[in-house]
């Protein structure tokens, strides 16, 4: 079954199926290193810009800021969640990369 997926509120959430499931304002923990020079970056999300799926994750195109730096990031492919039998699995921000399962090169 394909879920429905769409940016809301200007960029402040995604939508699943015409349910608000993830917003900005949590702190992302991220550790790619296009990111920013931290080791991990916690990057607090300001707006999204596009979602999809892509394989089995739900990714989206976002901007935020470092925490640690105060740099501003932007990132073309967050992955936010994925999909299992249809239903939409919303990651953990605050578990690292590796563990959301996302081991592929960002
Ligand atoms: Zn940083």
Known sequence: MAIALRTLDDGAWISVNDSREVGVSDVWILEREECCSCPLSYVLLEGFTDVRVDGT??????????????????????????????????????????????????
């Open 57 to 106: 994750h739900v990714v989206a195109g976002t901007v935020g800021r470092c925490l640690e730096c105060g740099q501003r990031v932007s990132i073309e492919r967050l992955p936010v969640g994925r999909v299992i039998d249809g239903e939409f699995e919303r990651y953990d921000p605050a578990s690292i990369p590796r563990v959301r399962g996302v081991v592929e090169p960002l």
